[in-house]
């Protein structure tokens, strides 16, 4: 793959954020809303991982791919957390 | 360009994209937990055609546990307390911020490398992880615990009180 690709990556990203901070808004319920973080989490990730993929970094080359990982685990650990909170009740 | 990558890309990008939507739509846990499951499906398919074959697979894994858990049907409704005139104020900032994120990458250029790792670089990743940047994995590691021993702890308590 060429970087033709580096900015629908980037765009792609950008888009995946502002989908996860409309969602926080827009969702009436906060229990709901928290599902959003996991969408502008991995919208980081994907720049990341696509900087580390086209761009020439000071750092390790795969640095970008290592802090897209943890930020997906991060966000099943945020969102655990935001359930977990919120507590048991009736399904609605 | 490799078609075949860049078919990858888009298609995963759209899968994704509409996941994110249809997440903030859809009515019931249910459908929002297909959604977010949708979201880390295209995800997983966004890291492969970047050649990020290990991350793809903890997204996977990770996004399948999200979707779980909002799709579980015994957590409580918490209404918000904002009116709809604040909810529509929100949703135009988000537009306002994919607007400048996307203006920011049109704009911003940099130097670029020609990628010599694999397609799926466990091996380099986890290096990377454990020996690298072992004080920020650990860091995560106990941001995780710490996250799911409250929300065990939370949820034990909550369900004891009624």
Redesign the interface.
Same mark, same amino acid.
């Given at each position: 793959?060429?970087?033709? +690709?580096?900015?629908?990556? +980037? /765009?792609?990203?950008?888009?995946?954020?502002?989908?996860?901070?409309?969602?926080?808004?827009?969702?009436?319920?906060?229990?709901?809303?928290?599902?959003?973080i996991? &969408?502008i989490f991995?919208g980081a990730?994907?720049a990341f991982?696509?900087?580390s993929?086209?761009?020439?970094?000071g750092g390790?080359?795969?640095?970008g791919?290592?802090v897209?990982?943890?930020l997906? @685990?991060?966000?099943?650990? &945020? $969102?655990? +957390?935001g359930?977990?909170?919120?507590?048991?009740?009736?399904?609605? | 360009?490799?078609s075949l990558?860049?078919i990858g890309?888009?298609v995963s990008?759209a899968i994704? @994209?509409g996941g994110?939507?249809a997440?903030?739509f859809l009515p019931g846990?249910g459908s929002?937990g297909v959604a &977010?499951a949708a979201? %880390?499906l295209g995800?997983a398919g966004?890291?492969l055609? +970047?050649?990020?074959g /290990?991350?793809a697979l903890?997204?996977l894994v990770?996004?399948a546990?999200?979707a779980l858990?909002?799709a579980?049907?015994?957590?409580? $409704?918490?209404?918000?307390a904002v009116g709809g005139l604040w909810?529509q104020?929100?949703?135009v900032?988000?537009?306002g &911020?994919?607007a400048l994120?996307?203006f920011?990458?049109?704009r911003?250029d940099? /130097?670029?490398?020609i990628?010599?790792?694999g397609d799926f670089?466990s091996a380099?990743?986890g290096r990377?992880?454990f020996a690298?940047?072992a004080l920020?994995?650990e860091a995560?590691g106990a941001?995780?615990l710490a996250?799911?021993a %409250?929300?065990?702890?939370?949820?034990r %308590?909550?369900?004891r009180g009624?």
């Open positions: 793959m060429s970087t033709d +690709l580096a900015f629908p990556v +980037l /765009f792609v990203a950008s888009a995946l954020v502002a989908t996860g901070v409309f969602v926080v808004a827009w969702r009436r319920d906060l229990t709901a809303a928290i599902a959003g996991p &969408l991995g990730g994907v991982a696509g900087v993929r086209f761009a020439a970094t390790p080359p795969l640095f791919q290592e897209a990982a943890l997906a @685990v991060v966000a099943l650990a &945020l $969102v655990a +957390l359930v977990g909170i919120a507590g048991r009740g009736t399904p609605r | 360009m490799d990558h860049a890309f888009y990008a994704s @994209v994110g939507l997440l903030a846990r929002r &977010l979201t %880390g995800l966004l890291y055609s +970047l050649s990020a /290990f991350t903890v997204a990770c996004y546990g999200c858990l909002v579980a049907p015994h957590y409580r $409704v918490i209404d918000n909810r104020v929100g949703a900032a988000a537009a &911020l994919f994120l996307a920011a990458a049109w911003g940099f /130097f670029h490398a990628y010599y790792s670089g380099s990743v990377l992880l690298h940047d920020a994995t995560v941001l995780v996250a799911m %409250g929300a065990t702890m939370m949820w %308590g909550r369900g009624r």
